[in-house]
């Protein structure tokens, strides 16, 4: 009898989820403020300061109307947390990628590298400038991995000059959060890559 209940209340929550991320979904779909920045270069609303980051993703996985609503009161990091939350829960990953943008206005600038991202994974080289350029400016803001991702694009030369040495310094900086963080494990990959290929030159 309790694990029938148990199923019971685990196919409640569950349908509750669903349709409060409906609810937020609809929101979102019908703020014309999340379309405009959807549409734009993180570049032309990059913060000047940053925000301190703080998690959330607990409360609002359990409070997704809230959260909404503390993210467009202006708290970036509720509009992070919602974001990191709904990716991959919703068709399309508009709506994570728009709080992504929300967020990276607001201060956060770990949602403008995220943004960045989201922006080549789904547009491909017709985003590459403008998500460059936002990798540049998150790691100029000791974003990890800002610096990470910028370093990997100045090694290859896409979406800017290529420059061997200006990606090591950069590379550096994404393994300030120390070698557990996977922005630096990726960061130490790609400086190694470095070195192997200017090793051979010399």
């Not at 979102?28 to 270069?41: E, G, N, P, R, V």
């Not at 939350?85 to 967020?103: D, P, V, W």
């Not at 403008?112 to 789904?122: E, F, M, Q």
Request: with cysteine.
């Amino acid at each position: 009898m309790k694990f029938v209940f148990l199923l019971i209340f685990l196919s409640i929550n569950a349908h509750a989820e669903k349709s409060n991320l409906n609810d937020v979904v609809n929101k979102i779909k019908s703020d014309k403020s999340y379309t405009i920045l959807s549409t734009q270069c993180p570049t032309e609303f990059f913060p000047e300061s940053g925000v301190l980051y703080k998690n959330h993703i607990d409360y609002c996985s359990t409070n997704l109307n809230s959260c909404l609503k503390l993210c467009n009161d202006g708290d970036a990091n509720y509009c992070l947390s919602l974001a990191n939350y709904t990716q991959g829960k919703t068709e399309g990953e508009y709506y994570s990628e728009a709080l992504f943008s929300k967020s990276c206005k607001l201060g956060q600038v770990s949602a403008c590298t995220n943004r960045a991202s989201g922006l080549i994974k789904y547009n491909g080289d017709s985003s590459l400038i403008c998500a460059v350029k936002t990798f540049e400016l998150s790691c100029s803001k000791n974003d990890a991995w800002g610096c990470t991702m910028y370093g990997a694009y100045l090694a290859q030369g896409k979406g800017v000059e290529r420059d061997f040495d200006k990606a090591l310094k950069v590379l550096e900086v994404g393994c300030q959060n120390g070698i557990q963080d996977p922005a630096c494990q990726n960061a130490q990959n790609i400086s190694n890559q470095i070195k192997a290929v200017l090793s051979k030159s010399e």
